[in-house]
């Protein structure tokens, strides 16, 4: 088993480290936030000080970040993964970013002899927690094969989907379909409230027949009792359904209903949500009506 270094250990990346430290691989890790890193360094990985030095520790490196700048610095800034990774190793980025900064990153890695993969998530921390996470994978067929197992011990449906950066755009179709689910689940919410509707029975017989969704089933029982702790956060949603109008725009492809969701947002936003849980979404169709759908409001 190939030492593993990890960089990023938020919400996703914590409960993804633990299983491949828990799954035998010898693992480095490193985030800005040091106490973070206290609960693998207990269980025995070891830590980094730089991106360069985790890369120069490890044969894999793995990075579960925020955002395309992040990812830009962390792999090719000043003691940066490119600096510590020789030919043969493998960066595998599994944030969610612009395909075209993912492309950029992969062919300056490329020309130093450091393999790559995209390869972004779909689960939320659920899926991470229990290892059952979508992951979607760009990047040269063979790469992808030799680290197979490392994606086997974080997820269930694993994909190659085509060269670098059509793991993002993947990522992105995904990011499309949920955040329009997620309004769906909503206005169903909504609609039943205004009506005087069981909203706990509303969902139980949706979520059972052609409108069930990973939305219904998880979100909307948190809606319902005003729990908008975050899964995975309005500001990151946000920054997906940017990056998906932004490529669809380099496509000139029309996006309607996701250039609504992505309004909505900003409107949970400008109540101060950007830290809270997708599901707050809420809260601005609430705005709208001019009354609270978890509580029946008329």
């Not at 490119?82 to 599994?94: L, R, Y």
């Not at 450091?114 to 939320?124: F, Y």
């Not at 060269?163 to 997620?182: A, D, H, R």
């Amino acid at each position: 088993m190939r030492k593993v270094g990890f960089i990023g250990l938020g919400i996703m990346g914590q409960p993804m480290a633990t299983h491949l430290l828990e799954s035998g691989y010898e693992m480095v890790v490193l985030d800005r936030v040091a106490s973070r890193m206290e609960p693998l360094l207990s269980q025995g990985a070891k830590a980094a000080g730089s991106p360069k030095e985790v890369a120069s520790m490890s044969e894999v490196v793995v990075t579960m970040l925020p955002n395309s700048p992040d990812v830009r610095e962390v792999v090719l800034g000043a003691r940066g993964a490119i600096e510590g990774a020789g030919t043969g190793k493998t960066v595998i980025d599994m944030s969610t970013i612009s395909p075209e900064v993912t492309r950029e990153i992969a062919s300056e890695l490329t020309k130093k002899g450091i393999k790559v993969l995209d390869a972004p998530v779909s689960g939320g921390e659920l899926g991470a927690k229990a290892a059952t996470l979508s992951i979607m994978v760009g990047g040269e067929k063979g790469v992808f094969e030799e680290n197979l197992p490392i994606f086997q011990v974080l997820g269930k449906k694993i994909v190659h989907v085509g060269p670098s950066g059509f793991g993002q755009t993947v990522k992105l179709c995904n990011q499309v379909v949920c955040g329009m689910g997620i309004l769906g689940v909503c206005e169903g919410i909504m609609l039943a409230s205004r009506a005087g509707v069981d909203l706990e029975k509303m969902l139980e017989v949706v979520g059972a027949g052609a409108g069930a969704s990973w939305m219904v089933s998880n979100l909307g029982p948190k809606i319902v009792s005003r729990d908008f702790e975050p899964g995975f956060m309005v500001k990151l949603q946000q920054k997906d359904l940017g990056l998906a109008l932004d490529t669809a725009r380099s496509l000139s492809l029309p996006l309607p209903g996701t250039s609504l969701v992505d309004a909505l947002f900003r409107s949970a936003e400008a109540h101060g949500l950007q830290e809270k849980g997708t599901q707050a979404l809420i809260v601005a169709l609430e705005a709208l009506a001019a009354s609270e759908g978890g509580k029946r409001g008329h």
